[in-house]
């Protein structure tokens, strides 16, 4: 039996390995997409919570969820709004002070900050 020149075996395994970075870099590029999606999901909702308890008007925080919401792709982000929805309740409601708006939305803001 015989195995064949060198040359041809490292070309056969540089092919092989072509073929499989060819097949793996999409999903890890989509997979990447996604972390930095809902990185970004997660901060501009820190932000338009704090901007919204600083100013008392949730207008752009309501906005952007009712818009964001249509672009949903993982769990995760279901997860996120799951949790930032009860900080509307927080805050469209008037009878509660600043100081109390605050601390109940502190655990929101703890879950949205961590990675």
Avoid: H
Avoid at 84 to 102: G, H, R, T, Y
């Amino acid at each position: 039996m015989e195995i064949g020149p060198l040359s041809e075996w490292v070309t056969a395994i540089a092919e092989i390995a072509a073929v499989c970075v060819a097949l793996f870099l999409p999903v890890y590029d989509k997979k990447r997409e996604k972390k930095k999606r809902t990185r970004n999901l997660k901060k501009v909702f820190i932000f338009l919570i704090q901007k919204a308890l600083d100013e008392n008007d949730t207008t752009g925080l309501e906005a952007y969820f009712k818009i964001s919401y249509l672009t949903i792709d993982s769990l995760e982000n279901r997860e996120i709004y799951a949790v930032v929805q009860p900080a509307f309740e927080i805050l469209k409601n008037p009878d509660i002070p600043k100081q109390k708006k605050e601390e109940d939305l502190k655990p929101i803001l703890e879950y949205l900050e961590q990675k």
